[in-house]
Every structure is written in structure tokens, then in C-alpha cells.
Nanobody
Framework: QVQLVESGGGLVQAGGSLRLSCVAS????????MAWYRQAPGMQRELVAS???????YSLNSVKGRFTISRDIDKNTVYLQMDNLNVEDTAVYYC?????????YGRGTQVTVFS
């Protein structure tokens, strides 16, 4: 069973930075696709950024130039460096990983940005 453990969330002032980490485990297959989603109160969960094993990445338009996704394949870890945060980035951030045969979400980590 795929297990994902996020860390790095917290409370930060607008303009500040946070770095989220997520370690994936529980599969005999490589985690080809890893991503970060977020869900703000009253809103649907949205894809923030994703990256595959070849390093090809995608980012939501509203975070381009501020957020950077990266991964360490050997450690089954994905990171989200978030710079110049604003209050609209406040949400629970969820890690997602998929082997191509199945995947899942972590429990989430809260990011709160105050002005």
C-alpha cells in the first residue's frame, strides 16, 4: 500500500517562503509521477505542480515563477519550494504519487499565509 508523508507546512507572512517535502513508500515499482495538490476551505482540490521520473514538470499558472517542484528519485521524495507566498496560497497541501499501477494522496500539510 502506497504511503506518503508530507512535512514542511506552517505559518508564514506574505512574501515569505516554505519548502514542503513528501516521502513515498510502500510500492515495489518506481513512483513515475509525483505531484502536489492543494485545497483551500470551500474550494475544490487543485493541482499545483507535478513532475515525472524524466524531470518533466507542470505548474499552475498562478504559482509559476514562485513555486518550484523537484524530486530525488533515489529517495522517493518530492519537494515544493514556495517563494513569495501570498494569502491566496493558504490551503492544505497534499502530496500525490503514482507508479502507473496505482497511487494515492498523503494526509496533507497546512500552509497558512498571513498579511
Amino acid at each position: 500500500q502506497v504511503q506518503l508523508v508530507e512535512s514542511g507546512g506552517g505559518l508564514v507572512q506574505a512574501g515569505g517562503s516554505l519548502r514542503l517535502s513528501c516521502v513515498a513508500s510502500g510500492s515495489d515499482f518506481n513512483f513515475d509521477h509525483m505531484a502536489w495538490y492543494r485545497q483551500a476551505p470551500g474550494m475544490q482540490r487543485e493541482l499545483v505542480a507535478s513532475i515525472n521520473s524524466g524531470g518533466v514538470s507542470y505548474s499552475l499558472n498562478s504559482v509559476k515563477g514562485r513555486f518550484t517542484i523537484s524530486r530525488d528519485i533515489d529517495k522517493n521524495t518530492v519537494y515544493l519550494q514556495m517563494d513569495n507566498l501570498n494569502v491566496e496560497d493558504t490551503a492544505v497541501y497534499y502530496c500525490y504519487a503514482d507508479t502507473g499501477y496505482g497511487g494515492g494522496y498523503g494526509r496533507g500539510t497546512q500552509v497558512t499565509v498571513f498579511s
